[in-house]
């Protein structure tokens, strides 16, 4: 994926042909100020959108650069910025009382370095009895298989990917990017919390479940996640996970589903996953929201396949809907939307109208 921002890519582009902004505003006949509002994503100079992505096609166009993945990558960024959800993201915004952001962040910054200073005094009082318990602790399980309560931290991306029966599946995991997949309809992450001595450390959440699991393991180790270990008592089926390569800083493991739990359906009787596969033809932003966890996020490139699976509900957003081609559910493979425009989806599974013991795949809005 492409981590660089629109104003960096324009501005590096016109740096290399040894173009000053006077210049091109001279060819292109681009008030200078917008050649630099651009370069530094300061679109507030631009009277109105449609000139701020006039300007940039144009400017994109003169230093020879791609510019539907420019359009695309501009359209991903003020997605994101905006933080809308969903169901709200093209809703017509309303005008509300702006408050002094200088002042705010005053009385703010006072408020917590108060609090700060008197946690830190109280921690003070505390120090000298619970330091000696602390290295105790730390000594004895430094050898052992870490299984830790604490949370997935902020900041990873999840990729969802699929793990088909009788297969296994190559996961690639690093310091900002995770893996979502499903296991018997049940949403599980796996992502990486560092390496230490070779080997790497691995965490395994089960959703709705906040708790991580986590575990070692070394070059051509191989780990069971299993139903009958008491942090995965919750897990339906048993996984099996052998870590192939570790670097300082990622690891790639190979994913199989194992013995399905004793009581425990494959495919319970009317509970359809839904399953969304999208085919890229060109660059598009994207992002998805799967059972109410947030999935992969940014700017996929051309010719990537996206495989995605929700036990309940499935949000996606995607930048160029005329990009995308999408298979649901064994339907007709067809074109997202319109060439150019954002297109917002949301699957959910509800019950059968017809049939109680079934469930049927419906888009919201439909």
Request: charged fraction near 25%; aromatic fraction near 8%; charge should be negative.
């Amino acid at each position: 994926m492409n981590t660089k921002r629109v104003g960096q890519i324009i501005k590096e582009a016109r740096e290399e042909k040894k173009l000053s902004v006077k210049d091109v505003a001279k060819d292109t006949n681009i008030a200078a100020k917008y050649i630099i509002a651009l370069e530094t994503e300061d679109y507030s100079q631009f009277p109105a959108e449609t000139f701020a992505l006039g300007f940039l096609k144009n400017y994109a166009s003169y230093l020879k650069l791609d510019t539907a993945m420019l359009l695309n990558l501009y359209r991903g960024e003020q997605i994101e910025e905006s933080q809308a959800p969903l169901e709200e993201l093209t809703r017509p915004t309303t005008s509300s009382f702006t408050l002094d952001r200088n002042k705010l962040i005053t009385i703010v910054s006072v408020a917590l370095f108060a609090v700060s200073a008197y946690i830190i005094y109280l921690s003070f009082q505390e120090s000298g009895s619970s330091i000696a318990d602390e290295e105790t602790t730390s000594s004895s399980s430094s050898e052992s298989t870490p299984v830790s309560s604490a949370e997935i931290p902020s900041g990873i991306n999840f990729v969802s990917q699929s793990v088909p029966e009788n297969a296994s599946v190559p996961f690639i995991l690093t310091e900002d990017r995770g893996v979502s997949f499903s296991v018997n309809n049940q949403q599980c992450k796996m992502f990486i919390k560092g390496v230490q001595g070779g080997k790497a450390i691995i965490g395994f959440n089960i959703f709705p479940e906040k708790n991580v699991y986590s575990f070692q393991s070394a070059e051509g180790e191989e780990t069971i996640l299993s139903y009958k270990i008491s942090e995965l008592a919750g897990l339906r089926r048993d996984i099996r996970v052998v870590t192939q390569a570790v670097t300082e800083k990622s690891a790639k493991v190979l994913v199989t589903l194992k013995e399905e739990r004793e009581g425990v359906a494959s495919k319970p009787v009317g509970d359809v996953p839904i399953q969304v596969t999208l085919f890229f033809s060109k660059p598009s932003y994207v992002e998805f929201v799967i059972d109410g966890q947030m999935g992969e996020r940014g700017l996929v490139s051309a010719g990537e396949v996206k495989h995605l699976e929700a036990r309940d509900r499935l949000e996606m957003k995607v930048g160029d809907g005329g990009a995308v081609e999408m298979v649901q559910n064994g339907k007709e493979r067809s074109v997202l939307g319109k060439p150019g425009k954002l297109v917002k989806k949301i699957f959910i599974r509800k019950q059968n109208p017809y049939d109680s013991t079934q469930s049927i795949i419906g888009e919201l809005g439909e």
